[in-house]
């Protein structure tokens, strides 16, 4: 029975993917962007289900992959798809009237999602951190862009509306967002994971600590933290990739 608590969790957030790329097609698309911050969720707590209760389930693996392409490749190219479009009913960028077909560049996100997962089932590199951006955390960039296009004036500690604004805005930013970050999926840049292996500080300190450093800018940005954050851990990821390698050299 404990054999089915990780894929139950997992098959759930299959369904709230599918629920929002309904919604999306609906024009909901905030409650479409919490039901896939719910496949977030359960996808952090399947995998966390399965090592608690020391499952190792083949099936399991297989299933997760799946549900994965649907709720972090395929429902949020919809949404991004459909607000870059509305975004073009404002903005008018001409670029995109002469061209509308570069609207389908969102199609990068399903496309590179599915070439990750294919690779991370069978990279023996990646058991305890990651080769290229993760799946989840590449879609929640775009789940929490849309969020802060339909809402623009949230209330911050640190106001960065100013700037943020234009960017969530600009149909053609975005577009070109989805293919420049759908690039790191399988780019050969090791990332580290926020995955703990025990509750002991000094075994997951880099993950406590990064964290840490989410809530305090989600204190201070609100959600706005949640694209910024996915930002910086791109950035971190590679200043410590090139320590290492500067060490490994001089070694």
């Known amino acids: 029975m404990k054999n089915q608590i990780p894929n139950s969790i997992t098959i759930l957030s299959l369904v709230l993917a599918c629920l ?93 999602s599915a070439i990750r997962l294919a690779k991370f089932n069978i990279d023996t590199r990646q058991t305890s951190s990651f080769i290229g951006l993760a799946v989840p955390a590449h879609a929640s960039f775009y789940i929490f862009i849309v969020l802060l296009y339909l809402y623009p004036n949230l209330p911050q500690i640190i106001n960065v509306t100013d700037f943020i604004t234009p960017i969530v805005s600009n149909p053609l930013v975005l577009l070109g967002l989805s293919v420049l970050l759908s690039l790191m999926l399988v780019a050969e840049v090791p990332m580290f994971s926020l995955k703990f292996k025990n509750m002991k500080w000094k075994d997951n300190a880099l993950a406590f600590n990064f964290i840490l450093l989410w809530f305090i800018m989600l204190i201070f940005m609100n959600i706005v933290a949640m694209p910024v954050i996915v930002i910086f851990y791109i950035v971190w990821s590679i200043i410590l990739n090139f320590k290492n390698n500067s060490k490994s050299v001089t070694a």
């Open 20 to 112: 929002a790329i309904i919604l999306t097609f609906e024009g909901e698309l905030a409650i479409a962007a919490y039901l896939l911050i719910g496949s977030c969720v359960c996808d952090f707590f399947d995998g966390f289900a399965a090592r608690a209760l020391k499952v190792n389930n083949p099936i399991g693996k297989e299933i997760d992959s799946l549900v994965d392409m649907i709720a972090f490749g395929v429902a949020p190219a919809m949404l991004l798809y459909q607000v870059t479009k509305m975004a073009q009913e404002t903005q008018q960028i001409q670029l995109l009237i002469d061209y509308p077909w570069l609207h389908y560049m969102v199609f990068s996100i399903p496309i590179f």
